[in-house]
């Protein structure tokens, strides 16, 4: 039961503190649409998104509209393309981006992801093919997002796909120079991706998953930077538990939500992901959480162990509030997409390397940062190793999402709008990774992936 001082509560943290359900996100399953015609496969999956989609954007308006909990994307994920179409006889998979941009366009949702390949262990031929084609389907689409698992815990690192992971980063940034290389926007490199994450762009619909289902993602940083300015001074344990109360009534409402979409499209209900992720708004930052702990600015010494307090505390509410909280679930600190994290960059108090001891207890890694558009391939492919080897030896997610802004140089800044915000450009080690980058081969499996 909801009693009438959680209504009021919620009321209040929609109204003033940014609350909101960030995305509903539609998983559908691609595995029936494989063709050996390219065109056919192309037009099945364009079909099928629309027919199994075709109510979801009007749905989560309706729902917005009837509770006054406002809903800001509508999404799809759909099958990891490279499985989905490697049936097809083509090298071009790129008019399957087209395809799935098309749907997108004709529903109205906002994105659709699983432009996507796993090749933590190896590539097969659908692999390289959709690789070969990210910079072309992302610099051609609008709402298409890619993805590309190249490392887990069970597998360790697949060195080959890193070195192609850099050089495909580049290239896609070279396509889209003129918005500042905003193809690298809608790209996450990942270690140990997870199937059922409703958040982009590194959303994809796994092959464990059903034919097709509802998830959620609920975000409310303000909600959390409010909470704790009732605590201030107080000691940690008491800023663990206020956090931990607040994701719960969060996550009650990303429950709301889910099941009412999930009952009305007649899908059944995925998960809850509450991750606390921040847009550029003032006061929606989770920056503004960490310097509410005590921090003079994100990036100064404590910034790790209070972001680690954050994580687990908003894991721990989640987990009370709903049995199916899953996806990502914790804290983002997506560079452009936080004013917070964007001021500290700027001052010079938040660095790359910062960052990185950061994403060891984040929800995910480095993510929408912005270097010089001169960094070579080898460097972005050797901040990707580092990312994924934190990822691998500790049995967690992690991943990439770099841009190499063309023409722009340490504190210039790229505007990519929307969401994504705008960040400072930030230095990156001048020293160089090459030979290692070019090695190849694989970084086998730490020891505690033998758990069976």
Known sequence: ?????????????????????????????????????????????????????EKLVPTALAIEREFGIPVINKRVSVTPIAIACEPAETDDYVQFALAMDRAADDLGIDFIGGFSALVQKGFTTGDRKLIASIPEALASTGKVCSSVNIGSTKAGINMDAVALMGRTVKKAAELTAG???????????????????????????GVGEPECVINVGVSGPGVV???????????????AETVKKTAFRVTRMGQLVAQEASARLGVPFGIVDLSLAPT???????????????????????TTAALALLNDAVKKGGVMASSNVGGLSGAFIPVSEDAGMIRAARSGALTIEKLEAMTCVCS?????????????????????????????????TTAVRVIPAPGLKVGDTVEFGGLLGSGPVMPVSRY?????????????????????
């Open 225 to 239: 930077k409010t909470a704790l300015e009732e605590v201030r001074g107080e000691p940690f344990d008491v800023v």
């Open 1 to 53: 039961m909801v009693n009438t001082g959680e209504i009021l509560q919620t009321i209040e943290m929609i109204s003033q503190q940014h609350l909101d359900i960030r995305t509903v996100t539609m998983g559908i399953s691609l595995r029936d649409c494989g063709d050996p015609d390219a065109k056919r496969c192309a037009e099945k999956i364009y079909e099928k998104i629309c027919r199994k989609a």
């Open 364 to 396: 995910v890694g480095l993510d929408m940062i912005a270097v010089p558009g001169d960094t070579t391939a080898e460097t972005i492919s050797g901040i990707i190793a580092d990312e994924a080897a934190i990822g691998m030896i500790n049995n967690k």
């Open 179 to 205: 918005a500042g290389g905003s193809a690298c926007a809608k790209l996450v490199i990942f270690c140990n991706a997870v199937e059922d994450n409703p958040f982009m762009a590194g959303a994809f619909h």
């Open 432 to 452: 160089s990774c090459a030979d290692f980058a070019h090695r190849g081969g694989r970084i086998p499996a730490p020891i505690n992936s033998l758990r069976n």
């Open 280 to 302: 550029p708004a003032v006061g929606d930052s989770v920056a503004d959480i960490l310097e509410e702990m005590g921090l003079e600015s994100v990036g100064a010494p404590g």
